[in-house]
């Protein structure tokens, strides 16, 4: 299994500002990814992380928007820019251990409220 | 277009009882199925998973069965507890890939 610490655990923020959400786990992890769930929907998919290459975008997500860093195999970031209104949603960030098509991991979320 | 749906956003269950979790997905490439569960204020934490290989698999109370041609799975829980009250999402993967793709959760109240 896999810890994940994520931090602020929530905020308020106003809009046009942005927020950096941190993502620490307590071992090495090729690929992390970032989640975001919106009041009412499913958890969706933002971007894959990897480390020492640019991340992957889903589409509807872009970087300018969402920028991510990963600068080793246990930590990475995940900002939310410019924000308004539309942005508040729980963001999580998770790994999966192994090669693929098993169990992921959580970290207990985000919740961000844009004022 | 929603791949994965949880048609039942709520269920309430009387303590002892089984409770049945739903869930249809659209995608025939999917071969990999999850539970989650997910307290307020934290993240999701894995339950039970299958492959498209079985059709059942157990662990404890709580059991997940897939009808590949109905393209529906289940999670039963038996007998039902006050502490299982969560929201419950199941997650759909290809082969080898690690995209998940989540229905919208069905809140799960267990009554004492």
């Known amino acids: 299994s896999a810890v994940i610490s994520q931090k602020p655990s929530r905020d308020i923020c106003q809009r046009g500002t942005s927020l950096t959400i941190q993502c620490q786990v307590d071992s090495q992890v090729t690929m992390m990814f970032w989640y975001r769930q919106q009041p009412g929907q499913s958890l969706t998919l933002i971007a894959t992380a990897n480390q020492g290459s640019e991340a992957t975008y889903e589409s509807g997500f872009v970087i300018d928007k969402f920028p991510i860093s990963r600068p080793n195999l246990t930590f990475s970031t995940l900002t939310v820019s410019n924000m308004s209104p539309e942005d508040s949603s729980i963001y999580l960030c998770?790994?999966?251990?192994?090669?693929?098509?098993?169990?992921?991991?959580f970290g207990q979320g985000t919740r961000l409220t844009v004022v | 277009d929603q791949q994965v749906k949880q048609n039942s956003p709520s269920l309430s269950v009387q303590e002892g009882r089984i409770s049945i979790l739903n869930c249809d997905y659209t995608n025939s490439m999917f071969d990999y199925f999850l539970w989650y569960k997910k307290y307020p204020a934290e993240g999701p934490t894995f339950l039970i998973s299958?492959?498209?290989?079985?059709d059942k698999n157990e662990d404890g109370r709580f059991t997940v069965f897939l009808n590949k041609s109905a393209k529906h799975l289940s999670l039963h829980i038996v007998p039902s507890q006050p502490g299982d009250s969560a929201v419950y999402f199941c997650a759909a993967s290809g082969s080898g890939t690690y995209k998940y793709i989540f229905g919208t959760g069905t809140r799960l109240k267990v009554l004492a």
């Open positions: 998770s790994v999966e251990l192994g090669e693929g098509g098993g169990e992921a991991f």
């Open positions: 299958i492959s498209s290989i079985k």
